[in-house]
């Protein structure tokens, strides 16, 4: 067998799914409201050329932050703020149509920049986007009377103020939605737990693009397009934020799998062995609905588990702990997390390794303080060791071989899940 593959590419083999029909459903809005803005004609040219240039400079800047999806905090923040434009400079606002057009237009103007030149780049966050501001312009057209404007009155004010508020919070809230149910698709994850994660994820960064482009849009509404360029300083600055955090976070990754690898290198374990048995610990994570941060403890707890390993006098034959006595693994797992804990960082992955090993009887059957990230790992381990590169035994005979031990070695609420990742195909 070949050397396990990221948690994305694995899920990449089975389509684009959703993805595909937001594709559909952003391409089709976006060519409608094109249409419909060529019919009709384009209002106020100045706004619309400036905020598509915003937009589109936004999407040529994305950047993954969370290592799952492109963030393109520019283009999201001008573009709701182009969906809210209402004020005493605004002449005649932009209906729900030609926002659109211009959100799709100036969307493909920043994608084709980052394809030609080969960098990351995902269509289907981008159309998501179109689509959700498409709902916040028929919100916001939707709360406010036909051809309102601010007359400095503060009854008014309130009125536009809570237009615009709810139609960022509309958008925010059908891109969580949108996103969980790709999320439930792609990762198998339950809806609820990938609802949950959407709308947190809405809090963090999705609230400061939302008050990014509340700013532009009150900049240029009641202060002229010259007001943009001010309200643009902050935005730079939170993006560049973002992206220091982003970068951050790829090189935690990088020096956690760099660790990783030093017991495959010293033989106490299999070539690829910790990277197939993260892959399957997060692959059960998501089939349980554990949270993002819990998650990547996880992850990083499976790929480090065997680092305890290497005070141990000599490696397993083939890497293979569970062929090493019960005290040498406990005491290998006790050892590993007192490596993990000096980091200073990591205590919650120190807890996970720490338990790894526990029979299930004398751990958390009896003690639930211990975390049930532990007997994930505990299973997703012993079913590399069975199933994977070099072990030989089918997934059929494998799930038969834990199913022995449910109750006892195992958890029996991890074991289940086990069962239904691998009864959905999942391969090494």
Same mark, same amino acid.
């Given at each position: 067998?070949?050397?396990?593959?990221?948690?994305?590419?694995? /899920?990449?083999?089975?389509?684009?799914?959703?993805?595909?029909?937001?594709?559909?459903?952003?391409?089709?809005?976006?060519?409608?409201?094109?249409?419909?803005?060529?019919?009709?004609?384009?209002?106020?040219?100045?706004?619309?050329?400036?905020?598509?240039?915003?937009?589109?400079? +936004?999407?040529?800047?994305? /950047?993954?932050?969370?290592?799952?999806?492109?963030?393109?905090?520019?283009?999201? &923040?001008?573009?709701?703020?182009?969906?809210?434009?209402?004020?005493?400079?605004?002449?005649?606002?932009?209906?729900?149509?030609?926002? $659109?057009? $211009?959100?799709?237009?100036?969307?493909?103007?920043?994608?084709?920049? #980052?394809?030609?030149?080969?960098?990351?780049?995902?269509?289907?966050?981008? @159309?998501?986007?179109?689509?959700?501001?498409?709902?916040?312009?028929?919100? @916001?057209?939707?709360?406010?009377?036909?051809?309102?404007?601010?007359?400095?009155?503060?009854?008014?004010?309130?009125?536009?103020?809570?237009?615009?508020?709810?139609?960022?919070?509309?958008?925010?809230?059908?891109?969580?939605?949108?996103?969980?149910?790709?999320?439930?698709?792609?990762?198998?994850?339950?809806?609820?737990?990938?609802?949950?994660?959407?709308?947190?994820?809405?809090?963090?960064?999705?609230?400061?693009?939302?008050?990014?482009?509340?700013?532009?849009?009150?900049?240029?509404?009641?202060?002229?397009?010259?007001?943009?360029?001010?309200?643009?300083?902050?935005?730079?600055?939170?993006? /560049?934020?973002?992206?220091?955090?982003?970068?951050?976070?790829?090189?935690?990754?990088?020096?956690?799998?760099?660790?990783?690898?030093?017991?495959?290198?010293?033989? @106490?374990?299999?070539?690829?062995?910790?990277?197939?048995?993260?892959?399957?610990?997060?692959?059960?994570?998501?089939?349980?609905?554990?949270?993002? &941060?819990?998650?990547?403890?996880?992850?990083?707890?499976?790929?480090?588990?065997?680092?305890?390993?290497?005070?141990?006098?000599?490696?397993?034959? +083939?890497?293979?702990?569970?062929?090493?006595?019960?005290?040498?693994?406990?005491?290998?797992?006790?050892?590993?997390?007192?490596?993990?804990?000096?980091?200073?960082?990591?205590?919650?992955?120190? =807890?996970?390794?720490?338990?790894?090993?526990?029979?299930?009887?004398? +751990?958390?059957?009896?003690?639930?303080?211990?975390?049930?990230?532990?007997?994930?790992?505990?299973?997703?381990?012993?079913?590399?060791?069975?199933?994977?590169?070099?072990?030989?035994?089918?997934?059929?005979?494998?799930? =038969?071989?834990?199913?022995?031990?449910?109750?006892?070695?195992?958890?029996?609420? $991890?074991?289940?899940?086990? #069962?239904?990742?691998?009864?959905?195909? /999942?391969?090494?």
């Amino acid at each position: 067998m070949s050397a396990a593959p990221s948690q994305e590419a694995w /899920f990449e083999t089975r389509g684009l799914g959703s993805g595909t029909v937001i594709l559909l459903a952003g391409s089709c809005l976006g060519l409608l409201s094109l249409v419909m803005t060529a019919r009709h004609g384009v209002v106020e040219w100045s706004f619309a050329a400036l905020f598509g240039a915003l937009i589109a400079v +936004g999407e040529m800047v994305q /950047f993954r932050v969370d290592g799952s999806r492109n963030r393109a905090p520019i283009a999201t &923040s001008a573009a709701l703020g182009y969906a809210t434009l209402r004020g005493t400079e605004v002449g005649l606002p932009p209906g729900i149509a030609q926002v $659109v057009a $211009v959100t799709w237009i100036a969307t493909l103007a920043g994608i084709v920049p #980052r394809a030609l030149a080969g960098l990351p780049w995902d269509p289907v966050v981008s @159309f998501r986007r179109v689509i959700s501001v498409a709902c916040a312009a028929a919100v @916001f057209e939707g709360v406010l009377p036909d051809r309102f404007s601010w007359d400095g009155s503060l009854q008014r004010a309130v009125v536009l103020v809570a237009a615009m508020l709810l139609a960022v919070l509309s958008a925010g809230v059908v891109d969580a939605l949108v996103g969980a149910g790709q999320a439930t698709e792609r990762y198998n994850r339950p809806f609820p737990a990938a609802l949950r994660d959407e709308l947190v994820m809405m809090g963090r960064i999705g609230m400061a693009m939302g008050i990014g482009g509340l700013m532009l849009a009150a900049g240029a509404s009641l202060i002229g397009l010259w007001a943009v360029p001010l309200v643009v300083v902050p935005l730079l600055l939170t993006q /560049f934020a973002f992206r220091r955090f982003a970068s951050a976070q790829r090189t935690y990754r990088t020096t956690v799998r760099s660790m990783a690898r030093s017991t495959e290198i010293a033989g @106490f374990s299999s070539p690829g062995q910790n990277a197939r048995t993260a892959a399957l610990a997060v692959a059960i994570g998501n089939d349980l609905g554990l949270t993002p &941060s819990r998650m990547e403890a996880l992850e990083y707890a499976a790929l480090l588990s065997g680092v305890g390993q290497l005070a141990l006098a000599d490696p397993s034959p +083939g890497g293979a702990s569970l062929l090493r006595t019960r005290e040498e693994r406990q005491r290998a797992a006790e050892i590993g997390a007192a490596v993990i804990e000096r980091s200073g960082v990591l205590d919650h992955v120190a =807890e996970i390794v720490r338990h790894s090993n526990d029979p299930y009887r004398h +751990g958390r059957a009896n003690d639930a303080s211990i975390p049930v990230e532990s007997g994930i790992v505990n299973v997703a381990l012993a079913y590399e060791q069975l199933v994977g590169e070099g072990s030989g035994q089918s997934p059929d005979k494998a799930m =038969e071989s834990i199913g022995l031990g449910i109750g006892a070695e195992y958890d029996p609420v $991890v074991v289940e899940s086990l #069962r239904r990742v691998v009864g959905r195909g /999942f391969r090494f």
